[in-house]
């Protein structure tokens, strides 16, 4: 553990070409480069202790909540009571730490394609995972996600892609695209769900956002598009839930079905909070429903 607090130390996270958001580190407590690619367990005093992959914020104890319980239960909530899911990436294990606060839920699998991931963040941020990965009903999967999606024969209830950014360039980029989403849709069981998180809805990267929502538009018919602020990401985030179903939506009583179906107390989602992560900004939903391309593996998606 290398303390830099005194150092003045600060790890600059590029949102686009010609900007970057910067974010005092105070101790490293693990660097490495994996296979896949650069790994970073960083404590920062406003933010707690982070996963930084490849230069970038993923995960961080102090508002992890946020992010790891929207993604999961409005795409639970949509399904109404899931017993299978998939985890595409979530090797930090805050995915599934929330999937399995559904008492519906019998068998998880999580697909990562990093190993090191996993192992790393289970032994330094145990908090995040909260036992996830010691739980019986997981199992873990060390493979491409996009490939293990593909070729899968097997068919789940809710799946939750926990990925990086659609980078052109990085190995997410063919995770957004619309021959992977009507994979996802093919592995899913009637009434089935998904739900994705898809960049930041500021004015400069609402763009991306926009392209992501057509494509999962382009193969579910029923796409639900939200976001949540998270300190430890660059503004607003966007989230996407999409169903098989065209006829899918939330239950009448949202705090009553989470109160029965869900362990715990939640930090972030009730039904005062989903309403509000639903009223996106005008000119967000103006970007989303304006015509414009879509993500395929011949032209996918690109983060100026």
């Known amino acids: 553990m290398k303390n830099l607090k005194d150092l003045n130390i600060w790890l600059a996270e590029y949102t686009s070409t010609r900007s970057a958001i910067l974010r005092p580190v105070d101790r490293i407590l693990h660097?490495?480069?994996?296979?896949?690619?650069?790994?970073?367990?960083?404590?920062?005093?406003?933010?707690?202790?982070?996963?930084?992959?490849?230069?970038?914020?993923?995960?961080?104890?102090?508002?992890?909540?946020?992010?790891?319980?929207?993604i999961v239960h409005l795409a639970a909530l949509l399904q109404g009571?899931?017993?299978?899911?998939?985890?595409?990436?979530?090797?930090?294990?805050?995915?599934?730490?929330?999937?399995?606060?559904?008492?519906?839920?019998s068998a998880v699998t999580i697909v990562d394609i990093d190993r090191r991931v996993v192992e790393v963040s289970r032994q330094l941020i145990p908090r995040i995972s909260a036992g996830a990965f010691e739980d019986p009903r997981v199992s873990l999967i060390y493979t491409d996600g996009f490939d293990f999606v593909m070729t899968s024969a097997r068919q789940w209830d809710l799946i939750i892609l926990d990925l990086s950014e659609p980078i052109s360039t990085g190995p997410a980029a063919k995770l957004f695209t619309r021959e992977f989403y009507a994979a996802v849709a093919a592995i899913l069981n009637d009434g089935g769900t998904c739900a994705l998180q898809a960049g930041g809805i500021a004015p400069a990267l609402v763009a991306e956002y926009a392209v992501i929502t057509r494509t999962l538009r382009a193969v579910f018919p029923c796409v639900i598009p939200y976001a949540a602020a998270i300190a430890s990401y660059p503004g607003s985030w966007g989230f996407l839930a999409t169903a098989i179903n065209s006829s899918a939506s939330f239950p009448h009583d949202i705090d009553s079905e989470l109160n029965t179906h869900v362990s715990g107390s939640l930090q972030m989602v009730d039904a005062i909070a989903i309403a509000g992560m639903l009223r996106l900004p005008l000119y967000v939903r103006r970007a989303i429903d304006a015509p414009g391309p879509i993500s395929t593996l011949a032209s996918s998606v690109a983060v100026t």
């Open 81 to 105: 009571a899931p017993k299978t899911a998939l985890i595409i990436g979530g090797g930090d294990g805050g995915v599934a730490r929330e999937v399995l606060r559904w008492h519906t839920i």
């Open 31 to 70: 660097a490495e480069v994996t296979a896949h690619q650069d790994l970073l367990i960083a404590e920062s005093e406003d933010i707690g202790t982070a996963l930084v992959l490849d230069g970038k914020w993923q995960t961080a104890t102090a508002d992890e909540f946020i992010y790891h319980e929207s």
